[in-house]
């Protein structure tokens, strides 16, 4: 089985939030040099990959080691002093999971219910060890990957190996569900809020995390470089708050994680973190988001997109350099 880019199908989507056909591109290669536009809709400002990959292909992308070897060539171009590498064993990145867990899990644990914990999206097991361990809740991961469901099933995790739309619960029985570091990835973030909806508790939280966009705009000083071929959707604070709302849930914590405590704490400076109870309104059924999303985020993109073309003739010279020494 192999991974072809010159032979991948493509498809062009509405907004995945307000259904919204316009939009304004932002760029038109990723942080790896793929040829991959990405674009905000400026009716509600969510940024997402337009056209993208059919879903058959991004299951290809995935299942065979394309992904992981262009994002290495990527890290071994860009961090070559940089200690920071990923994850090459299962083992590892239930390590590093499990550490930001435990991090996790100080910030958000009053506001955790007594019961089930659901995490999608739970890899090798890391997050939910972190949480057994912290507030000795049962847990129970949802996982695709096959090899990451086999760890996680060996040192105890309980690990559904399917998608999170094909699994089978008793409806409202969880206490708590976990979205950590899965969301860009959705490659339908709304089915993943309507599920979360119909599974959690009425007294139950929600508990998010993800990468914030504009962190990594800022991080990167390029609107390219905060972009990637697997992040089929990007959030910043905004068009992040507009979904949650959106999706009938009331936020309780919002936290932008940019300070520099944050690294200290064991998290990430790049991510935000959402916690939310349902509420009584139907999913989707009335407008909660804020009128000036798109234009106050675009703002703010055009600025980056203006210096990443000043920029980019020194980047690309940079490139070629450690190419050449490397
Ligand atoms: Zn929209």
Same mark, same amino acid.
């Given at each position: 089985?192999?991974?072809?880019?010159?032979?991948?199908?493509? *498809?062009?989507?509405?907004?995945?939030?307000?259904?919204?056909?316009?939009?304004?591109?932002?760029?038109?290669?990723?942080?790896?040099?793929?040829?991959?536009? +990405?674009?905000?809709?400026?009716?509600?400002?969510?940024?997402?990959?337009?056209?993208?990959?059919?879903?058959?292909?991004?299951?290809?992308?995935?299942?065979?080691?394309?992904?992981?070897?262009?994002?290495?060539?990527?890290?071994?171009?860009?961090?070559?002093?940089?200690?920071?590498?990923?994850?090459?064993?299962?083992?590892?990145?239930?390590? $590093?999971?499990?550490?930001?867990?435990?991090?996790?899990?100080?910030?958000?644990?009053?506001?955790?219910?007594?019961?089930?914990?659901?995490?999608?999206?739970?890899?090798?097991?890391?997050?939910?060890?972190?949480?057994? *361990?912290?507030?000795?809740?049962?847990?129970?991961?949802?996982?695709?990957?096959?090899?990451?469901?086999? =760890?996680?099933?060996?040192?105890?995790?309980?690990?559904? %190996?399917?998608?999170? *739309?094909?699994?089978?619960?008793?409806?409202? $029985?969880?206490?708590?569900? =976990?979205?950590?570091?899965?969301?860009?990835?959705?490659?339908?973030?709304?089915?993943?809020?309507?599920?979360?909806?119909?599974?959690?508790?009425?007294?139950?939280?929600?508990?998010?995390?993800?990468?914030? =966009?504009?962190?990594?705009? *800022?991080?990167?000083?390029?609107?390219?470089?905060?972009?990637?071929?697997?992040?089929?959707?990007?959030?910043?604070?905004?068009?992040? %708050?507009?979904?949650?709302?959106?999706?009938? =849930?009331?936020?309780?914590?919002?936290?932008?994680?940019?300070?520099?405590?944050?690294?200290?704490?064991?998290?990430?400076?790049?991510?935000?973190?959402?916690?939310?109870?349902?509420?009584?309104?139907?999913?989707?059924?009335?407008?909660?988001?804020?009128?000036?999303?798109? $234009?106050?985020?675009?703002?703010?993109?055009?600025?980056?997109?203006? +210096?990443?073309?000043?920029?980019?003739?020194?980047?690309?010279?940079?490139?070629?350099?450690?190419?050449?020494?490397?």
């Amino acid at each position: 089985m192999n991974f072809g880019p010159s032979q991948v199908k493509y *498809e062009t989507i509405t907004c995945n939030l307000c259904q919204g056909k316009d939009h304004k591109i932002i760029s038109k290669k990723d942080r790896h040099g793929f040829r991959q536009q +990405s674009v905000i809709c400026t009716s509600c400002g969510l940024i997402f990959l337009n056209p993208r990959m059919v879903k058959d292909d991004y299951d290809l992308f995935y299942k065979t080691d394309y992904y992981r070897r262009i994002v290495k060539e990527y890290i071994t171009l860009h961090h070559k002093s940089a200690s920071w590498r990923l994850p090459n064993t299962e083992q590892e990145s239930f390590d $590093s999971a499990r550490s930001f867990g435990l991090a996790l899990i100080l910030r958000v644990k009053k506001h955790l219910q007594s019961g089930l914990c659901i995490e999608v999206g739970s890899s090798s097991g890391g997050i939910l060890a972190a949480i057994r *361990e912290t507030t000795g809740n049962p847990v129970m991961g949802i996982e695709p990957s096959m090899s990451e469901c086999a =760890f996680a099933e060996k040192l105890g995790i309980p690990t559904a %190996q399917c998608l999170f *739309e094909n699994y089978v619960s008793t409806k409202s $029985s969880a206490a708590n569900i =976990f979205g950590v570091q899965s969301m860009n990835h959705f490659l339908d973030p709304k089915k993943f809020f309507l599920w979360a909806h119909e599974n959690l508790r009425d007294d139950g939280s929600l508990i998010v995390v993800v990468q914030n =966009f504009l962190t990594m705009m *800022e991080k990167t000083r390029s609107v390219r470089y905060a972009t990637q071929i697997d992040h089929t959707y990007m959030f910043t604070p905004t068009s992040l %708050q507009n979904f949650v709302r959106s999706a009938g =849930f009331d936020i309780i914590l919002f936290e932008n994680w940019k300070d520099k405590k944050i690294k200290k704490a064991g998290l990430t400076t790049h991510h935000m973190l959402i916690v939310a109870k349902k509420n009584m309104h139907t999913p989707f059924s009335i407008n909660s988001i804020d009128p000036k999303s798109f $234009s106050n985020d675009y703002d703010l993109i055009k600025r980056y997109m203006l +210096s990443g073309f000043v920029r980019a003739p020194i980047k690309f010279i940079k490139r070629i350099y450690r190419q050449i020494t490397r």
